[in-house]
């Protein structure tokens, strides 16, 4: 099969055949089908979209380039949850443990970050020695063993999604529906998970900021699940403003240690709560959300959730308690002030702007093999809607002697508004499924 006739029937706006899909997808993981080529036929997708079949064909080639795991002797639910990603979202990182003490299996395959977005693997990363990038059979030995697993996409568990993440991130093909549905999609139904919970964005920080796109995404996500029996909910979740205080790698590795210490921002352990307990109710271990709600901060509140972080950065590689090295060390920063500019309320106008600043201060990858620094970070000091001075400090800028500090004053500058209380939508806007 000529893939120029691939890329040239979605630049005409037709529908790829199984047959195709499968070529394509077959030969760009193999390594015979060139990232140019791949390129193009992704902008024809970003351009034309995709039909519902043709999104199913292709999100199923994408799960079966690798391994598709099943656990039959677990001994108990295999669920997990994926966000759209966002800024600040670090969810994930404490969610797991924590559901993993309420009797839960938690095979998670996380990503990078993306675009203006942080990246669940690389925060992680950012704890000395912990590694996500486990074969099958590691994976699957990790989440016998502690009950939760993070990995990454690798030549064995969805290498199609491993180089297509890759190659939207530096091409600027993010923010497509079908291209977010079927990346997301395709390592959760690989992953072996028998329920899904999915966090979809919106607003100025998530890639489909309106609301009603975010929830068509989240329809066609269930659908998806559906064609493979899954079981999935969708809660569509504000990200008109970052989630919790911390943007930057280590910090929010150390934000979520609070949080599964019972402390912490209250919207971060509000969604972890509301997402875990969908969990826990979808796999069957709580009665209804609400009690799946309180088990879940019952287990963040008694260390038995922390604990189990403990168990899987140990078996992950890390030592428990260690949670950053020299790089990541707050006191190894420079740190400065950015100040209110005049009085009123704390507003978002462009969230995408706070995370695109904490890329300019070296914590955001353009390309694949760009390292990140672990410890920059835009530590806020107030929420959206916070009355505020002049002259108050609304976060400090935590940087690397200057690198990238001006260009990220002035993404914050463009990020943030002061003026009438705004009006915020509520941290969960719907939940469907
Ligand atoms: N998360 C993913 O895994 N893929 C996307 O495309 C967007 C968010």
């Known amino acids: 099969m000529d893939v120029r006739d691939i890329i040239a029937t979605k630049r005409d706006g037709g529908s790829l055949s199984v047959a195709e899909i499968d070529a394509f997808i077959s030969g760009y993981t193999a390594g015979s089908i060139e990232d140019y080529h791949a390129s193009a036929l992704l902008m024809g997708i970003f351009l034309n979209g995709m039909q519902p079949e043709e999104l199913g064909h292709w999100t199923a080639a994408m799960m079966n380039s690798g391994r598709v795991m099943r656990f039959e002797n677990l001994g108990r639910p295999a669920a997990d949850k994926h966000s759209t990603g966002g800024v600040g979202d670090k969810a994930s990182i404490p969610l797991a443990p924590a559901v993993a003490a309420c009797g839960v299996a938690v095979p998670m395959i996380s990503g990078r970050g993306l675009g203006h977005t942080g990246g669940t693997l690389d925060k992680l990363e950012s704890i000395p020695g912990f590694c996500t990038e486990l074969d099958g059979a590691q994976f699957e030995r990790a989440l016998s063993r502690v009950g939760a697993v993070f990995g990454a996409q690798t030549s064995d568990l969805v290498p199609a999604d491993r180089k297509l993440y890759a190659l939207r991130n530096a091409t600027g093909l993010v923010p497509s529906m079908p291209l977010i549905a079927s990346s997301i999609m395709s390592k959760k139904l690989a992953e072996g998970a028998e329920s899904l919970v999915l966090d979809v964005k919106f607003g100025s920080g998530a890639f489909l900021p309106d609301p009603e796109k975010g929830a068509e995404l989240g329809r066609q996500m269930i659908l998806l699940a559906k064609g493979l029996k899954v079981p999935t909910r969708v809660l569509l979740t504000a990200m008109d403003r970052p989630l919790g205080l911390m943007v930057g790698h280590t910090r929010e590795i150390l934000e979520s ?18 997402l875990g307990g969908e969990m826990l109710h979808l796999a069957g271990i709580a009665d209804s959300t609400c009690a799946g709600e309180s088990r879940i901060a019952a287990s963040l509140d008694d260390g038995s959730a922390l604990t189990a972080f403990e168990n899987i950065c140990a078996q992950q590689g890390a030592t428990p308690g260690v949670y950053f090295d020299e790089r990541g ?47 920059v970070a835009i530590e806020w000091h107030c929420v959206a809607g916070d009355s505020v001075s002049r002259g108050e400090p609304l976060c400090t800028i935590h940087h690397r002697q200057g690198a990238g500090l001006e260009s990220a004053r002035v993404r914050l500058r463009q990020a943030i508004n002061i003026g009438p209380n705004p009006s915020l939508p509520p941290l969960i806007l719907d939940r469907f499924g």
């Open 257 to 274: 240690v609070a949080c599964l210490e019972g402390a912490g921002p209250p919207d971060l352990r509000s969604l972890v709560c509301a």
């Open 329 to 375: 060390d707050p006191k190894n920063l420079d740190h400065e002030p950015f100040l209110a500019e005049q009085g009123g309320h704390l507003c978002f106008r462009d969230v995408c702007e706070v995370g695109l600043a904490l890329a300019d201060l070296g914590g955001g990858r353009l390309s694949e093999d760009q390292t990140i620094d672990p410890g």
